[in-house]
């Protein structure tokens, strides 16, 4: 019986981890990302960025209204934001964690760390993307 009970919850795990669309899910290539997600219709590349630690799910862009602009691709009403990463030329999707984002979320009495661990990743904080002029504040 036992055996039955640890084979279904490593199932259930698999399917809830694998349903997830969420820009910053965990991954170690391109192809963990966007699961259940038409990826062709994604206004970009489905990316891993494996130099955040576990993986970044994210995607190119050119604008903002680039991400999040695919049925299922994100979580309802969280800003994502597209900005270049650690100063490349390539800019990505990454979910926002700018005070005034949070604000808008109905999440505004989190501090910026607690909002990414509870709406991004347990394990993530609110740093910069380092993209220079262009620098913004995501949770990862």
């Given amino acids: 019986m036992s055996k039955w009970i640890s084979s279904f919850v490593a199932i259930a795990v698999v399917i809830a981890c ?27 590349t489905p990316t891993c960025l494996t130099s955040i630690t576990n993986g970044y799910c994210t995607h190119t862009c050119t604008a903002d209204t680039d991400c999040c602009a ?10 994502e934001v597209c900005a270049p990463f650690e100063s490349q030329p390539t800019s990505y999707c990454f979910l926002s964690c700018d005070p005034a984002d949070i604000a808008a979320s109905g999440n505004g009495s989190l501090d910026p760390n607690s909002y990414c661990q ?23």
């Fill in 70 to 79: 695919v049925s299922g691709e994100c979580k309802a009403g969280y800003k």
């Fill in 18 to 44: 694998s349903s997830s669309t969420s820009v910053g899910q965990p991954c170690t290539t391109a192809a963990d990302c966007y699961k259940g997600v038409d990826s062709g219709a994604l206004l970009g």
């Fill in 118 to 140: 509870k709406f991004g990743n347990s394990t993530f904080t609110c740093r910069s993307t380092g993209g220079g002029s262009s620098n913004v504040k995501f949770c990862g």
